[in-house]
């Protein structure tokens, strides 16, 4: 006998207990704005981490079809999920390609970033068994230590070119710690190293600047930008942000308490009542990328009043005093990030950056994406 299989079940429309808004206009609109910064040169987008939450395969197609032809992720898994999406435009691996996944590289025209003498000498290696020279990039390590050569293998390198013999380089890349800080000039420095670095390889295009470098002045333009987070909004500089905000948060109230003085929300009881209090409750939660750093510290926004964060944050709940809006109900409306809750501020209070605010967004929101 053949069991049915239930249809798949779905929700009804207007059920979500919060909407994430995705806004790719803005996307576009700051990718043209950081190609102006950077005077009309070649200027990539970073779409590593699903685009810093906002969802790479919706953001990719819309940059391309702005005229973004370069784009950067930190795995070849997330080069291959948007290959299909933007088939003839450069894509960069900046995290380097782990032994045994060249020919996966070269099968989907993926480049990886060496950033070791260790790789090059893979790459070549895989460059002599296919007979053809493999295209690929080279990342200098100027002040990160994290990935890219040091001044040591440079000089290795400087001794022995034919080291790089089979390697098609394509860029030669540097990446800046301190570009977004004030008055920080560390940039300048790393600059310095990276000039004197390329004069030990061969000549290349280079790519030198993040989003904060290509608000630093015209000595940090180059023949590939690569800024990621000002894409999705997130401010490059410590002034005014001119960026676009690209999402927007809200979520539903889904009961709403009265509390006596003295009685306390949530887990371990850190947050009591001062007065008579109504406390609205919604479905938003650490699980969710609210972090629980906002615990008696973040806010919610409703139609010109600021209802403060109750309480511990939990895996599914989050709660705000509502007691000076009366009217607030189940199935009303709070805005946690928009134009009153700025992404800055929200990271802010919750003692961390935008990007990381962006880039922890939850995979249990419905998702919109305009534009
Ligand atoms: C993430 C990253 C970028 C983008 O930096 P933003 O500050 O988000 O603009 C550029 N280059 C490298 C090497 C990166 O890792």
Not at 32 to 50: E, F, M, S, Y
Not at 107 to 114: D, F, K, N, S
């Amino acid at each position: 006998m053949m069991a049915t299989r239930p249809a798949k079940a779905e929700a009804p429309a207007g059920a979500a207990f919060a909407v994430l808004e995705i806004d790719l206009d803005a996307v576009a609109a700051n990718w043209r704005l950081l190609r102006a910064a950077h005077g009309g040169l070649p200027t990539a987008a970073v779409v590593k981490a699903d685009a810093y939450g906002l969802g790479a395969r919706r953001v990719a197609p819309r940059l391309y079809a702005a005229g973004c032809r370069h784009f950067f992720v930190a795995h070849l898994e997330e080069a291959l999920a948007i290959r299909p999406l933007v088939p003839d435009a450069f894509i960069g691996v900046l995290n380097g390609p782990l032994p045994g996944t060249e020919r996966a590289y070269r099968a989907h025209g993926i480049e990886p970033v060496l950033g070791s003498l260790g790789d090059i000498a893979r790459w070549v290696a895989f460059a002599r068994r296919s007979d053809a020279a493999q295209p690929a990039l080279i990342h200098i390590d100027t002040g990160m230590a994290r990935l890219g050569l040091e001044p040591d293998e440079l000089r290795v390198l400087a001794a022995e070119p034919e080291r790089l013999e089979g390697i098609l380089l394509r860029y030669v890349m540097t990446h800046l710690a301190s570009a977004d800080m004030p008055g920080d000039t560390s940039a300048w420095e790393q600059l310095r190293q990276f000039a004197a670095a390329c004069t030990q390889l061969p000549p290349a295009p280079r790519s030198i600047a993040n989003s904060a470098g290509l608000f630093l002045g015209g000595a940090f333009r180059s023949d590939l930008a690569r800024p990621g987070a000002a894409l999705y909004g997130v401010n490059p500089g410590a002034g005014p942000n001119p960026m676009r905000p690209a999402v927007s948060l809200r979520a539903r109230v889904l009961q709403v308490r009265s509390l006596a003085v003295g009685e306390a929300v949530g887990y371990h009881a850190t947050w009591r009542a001062a007065r008579p209090s109504r406390i609205a409750v919604v479905g938003v939660g650490y699980a969710d990328g609210w972090p629980r750093a906002l615990s008696n510290r973040g806010a919610a926004h409703f139609d010109g009043t600021t209802l403060p964060l109750v309480g511990r944050v939990s895996m599914d709940l989050s709660a705000y005093d509502a007691t000076d809006r009366p009217e607030i109900g189940p199935g009303d409306w709070l805005e946690l990030i928009g134009p009153r809750r700025p992404l800055e501020v929200v990271a802010a209070e919750a003692g961390t950056s935008a990007y990381e605010t962006l880039t922890s967004l939850g995979r249990r929101y419905a998702r919109v994406w305009r534009g």
